[in-house]
C-alpha cells in the first residue's frame, strides 16, 4: 500500500504560479513511478505529467508543456507538480497518483493502483 497527500493548492490570478506537493507514505516510493492528473467540474479526469522510478525522465500533456515541471526527491518520498503560467483553463482539482506496473509512468489513469484525495487549484481571469 501507498498513501498519498496532496497539497500546495489554491487561488491564484492568471500567469500566477503555484508548486503542487504530494507526500507518499507506504511501500518503497522510488519503486513508483508517478502521475499528476486533473478533474474540472463536469470533465473526465485526465493526464497532466508522470515522472519515472528514477526521475530521469518525464513527460506532459500538451496543454502543460513548457509552463508545468513534474519532479521528485526520493529520499523524502516527495513528488512535485510545479506550475507556471495559469490558466483558467488549469482549474480543476489536482491529483498525484502512483504505479509499478511502468518504469516511466503512464498516461493511462487505469494503471495507477494509488491515489491521493486531490488538492483543489483555482485559477482567476
Known amino acids: 500500500q501507498v498513501q498519498l497527500v496532496e497539497s500546495g493548492g489554491g487561488l491564484v490570478q492568471a500567469g500566477g504560479s503555484l508548486r503542487l506537493s504530494c507526500a507518499a507514505s507506504?511501500?518503497?516510493?522510488?519503486?513508483?513511478?508517478m502521475g499528476w492528473f486533473r478533474q474540472a467540474p463536469g470533465k473526465e479526469r485526465e493526464f497532466v505529467a508522470a515522472?519515472?522510478?528514477?526521475?530521469?525522465?518525464?513527460y506532459y500533456t500538451d496543454s502543460a508543456k513548457g509552463r508545468f515541471t513534474i519532479s521528485r526527491d526520493n529520499a523524502k518520498n516527495m513528488v512535485y507538480l510545479q506550475m507556471n503560467s495559469l490558466k483558467p483553463e488549469d482549474t480543476a482539482v489536482y491529483y498525484c497518483?502512483?504505479?509499478?506496473?511502468?518504469?516511466?509512468?503512464?498516461?493511462?489513469?487505469?494503471?495507477?493502483?494509488?491515489w491521493g484525495q486531490g488538492t483543489q487549484v483555482t485559477v482567476s481571469s
Open positions: 515522472i519515472s522510478w528514477s526521475g530521469k525522465s518525464a
Open positions: 497518483a502512483a504505479t509499478y506496473t511502468s518504469y516511466s509512468g503512464s498516461r493511462n489513469l487505469d494503471e495507477y493502483a494509488y
Open positions: 507506504g511501500r518503497t516510493f522510488s519503486n513508483y513511478a
